[in-house]
């Protein structure tokens, strides 16, 4: 299983980004997915989770700010990101309770960078 995000970059405060993360390889199904990030210096944090049945959990320091869906046809996850301040800026992980033909298991995408200045 491979879970592969794209969609980072540079945006000024203020600005949007959306984030997607596609999982792919022998999957039975996918039950919760998320976004994580990691500042410099600091340790990874949950910033948004979604059950498959579309069920989510923010932060608080995101909540009314980025909004996480998931298409599950595709099993894809996405996290729109609005009203961006620097203290947003990380890199972003997602993340995936995926169950395979061999059992459940934990994954992680490679990680893209969000950089919110001026």
């Known amino acids: 299983v491979q879970l592969q995000a794209y969609g980072g970059g540079l945006v000024q405060p203020g600005g949007s980004l959306r984030l997607s993360c596609a999982a792919s390889?022998?999957?039975?199904?996918?039950?919760?997915m998320g976004w994580y990030r990691q500042a410099p210096g600091k340790q990874r944090e949950l910033v948004a989770t979604?059950?498959?049945?579309?069920?989510?959990n923010y932060a608080d320091s995101v909540k009314g700010r980025f909004t996480i869906s998931r298409d599950n046809a595709k099993n894809t996850v996405y996290l729109q990101m609005n009203s961006l301040k620097p203290e947003d800026t990380a890199v972003y992980y997602c993340?995936?309770?995926?169950?395979?033909?061999?059992?459940?298991?934990?994954?992680w995408g490679q990680g893209t960078q969000v950089t919110v200045s001026s």
């Open positions: 993340n995936a309770d995926v169950e395979t033909i061999v059992g459940e298991g934990d994954y």
């Open positions: 390889g022998s999957i039975f199904s996918i039950n919760d």
């Open positions: 979604i059950t498959s049945g579309g069920s989510t």
